[in-house]
């Protein structure tokens, strides 16, 4: 569950497209998004990507410094790639969490297998595809 009201993911198909796309184009770096979207009652419906201001991305690491970040409540959370094909958050992951929800994507990034969404205490969160 993400947070006490939000109990449903849905991705846009293009979304999820765009997440594995980019991943693949930006291995053996790691990749990072914001995922926009809004929460509607009891779900998160992420519906756009955006690619966060000043980002780094490296071998190992990706970042971006949130004060660069302008006001924007339709951000959910952030996606990035796990090149080492580890589909769990770090500590690392878990400490530098922004907003409700984290998408964490591995190498091949092929399929929607390769696609891991977890609650910002890095709780599992199953999804759907619209």
């Known amino acids: 569950m993400i947070g006490k009201l939000v109990k449903k993911v849905y ?3 293009e979304v999820i497209d765009s997440l594995l796309t980019y ?3 930006i291995h053996p770096r790691e990749g990072i998004l914001l995922l926009r979207g809004k929460v509607d009652k009891d779900k998160i419906i992420v519906t756009d ?10 071998e ?4 971006f410094p949130l004060n660069m970040i302008p006001i924007d409540f339709s ?3 952030v996606a990035h790639s796990h090149p080492s094909g580890f589909l769990k ?10 907003g409700k929800m984290m998408v964490i994507l591995i190498y ?6 390769d696609v891991g969404v977890f609650d910002k205490d890095g709780n ?6 619209i």
């Open 75 to 77: 951000i959910l959370g």
């Open 49 to 58: 990507l955006v690619i966060p201001p000043l980002a780094l991305h490296g």
């Open 124 to 129: 599992r969160v199953i999804y759907t595809i």
């Open 11 to 13: 991705f846009k198909q």
């Open 60 to 63: 190992g690491f990706s970042s």
């Open 108 to 113: 091949p990034y092929s399929s929607r297998e």
């Open 23 to 25: 991943s693949r184009n």
């Open 89 to 98: 958050p770090s500590l690392e992951d878990l400490s530098h969490s922004y």
